[in-house]
């Protein structure tokens, strides 16, 4: 049996397209499944790569907060020292050197036993502490040395004064005046110590 033309291009051409037409829909059908799985894993991924970026980028804008915080926490700490910061001796240093800088003389510094008033009428997280003071100087050094006090870093109030004039004038002829103080600071209670 001879083929003709006509029948032997549709044996070499027309029956293997329409073969290979069906292949390639069955391959379609068979793979277009696992072809949304992988689009749906890329999608997925992408998503988890972009919210971990978006985590990235609230990390760097937290870390930037946190040295903020922590900058004016320690702002803060200038004001109000802990307990460990503000010793006595510390805080009389401070007092000596306001006495040196103002020219006066401080004769005493006391700090004031159970200053700190009933516990329901304070902050929770302060203690408050009172000293008295005595100095000697004439009128602008007085009033130097409360400035000194006043514009201190540390909070520090003077709460009281009295002046008086000591008696005897100085070597410029300037009045001497005595002035008894009572000031006021607070300090952080050691929070470690209470949990």
């Not at 003709?4 to 397209?17: D, F, G, N, R, S």
């Not at 985590?55 to 946190?66: A, C, I, N």
């Not at 915080?69 to 004001?79: D, F, I, K, N, V």
Request: proline fraction near 3%; charged fraction near 25%; glycine fraction near 6%.
């Amino acid at each position: 049996m001879k083929l003709t033309e006509k029948q032997l291009l549709i044996l070499t051409i027309v029956i293997p397209a329409v073969l290979a037409i069906v292949l390639a829909g069955v391959g379609f059908f068979v793979f277009s499944k696992d072809i949304a799985k992988v689009n749906k894993d890329i999608a997925d991924v992408s998503k988890k790569i972009q919210d971990e970026k978006n985590r990235l980028s609230e990390m760097g804008k937290l870390e930037e907060r946190l040295k903020k915080l922590e900058s004016e926490r320690e702002a803060l700490h200038a004001l109000l020292p802990t307990k460990e910061d503000a010793s006595y001796e510390n805080f009389v240093d401070t007092l000596t050197r306001f006495s040196r800088e103002a020219g006066v003389k401080l004769s005493s510094a006391l700090a004031d036993e159970g200053a700190g008033g009933p516990p329901g009428q304070q902050a929770a997280q302060f203690d408050k502490i009172s000293y008295s003071l005595q100095i000697q100087g004439d009128f602008f050094q007085v009033l130097n040395y409360i400035y000194l006090l006043e514009t201190y870093q540390r909070f520090i109030q003077v709460n009281k004064f009295n002046l008086r004039p000591s008696g005897p004038v100085s070597a410029d002829k300037a009045t001497l005046y005595n002035m008894d103080l009572k000031v006021t600071s607070y300090v952080y209670k050691d929070q470690e110590k209470k949990q």
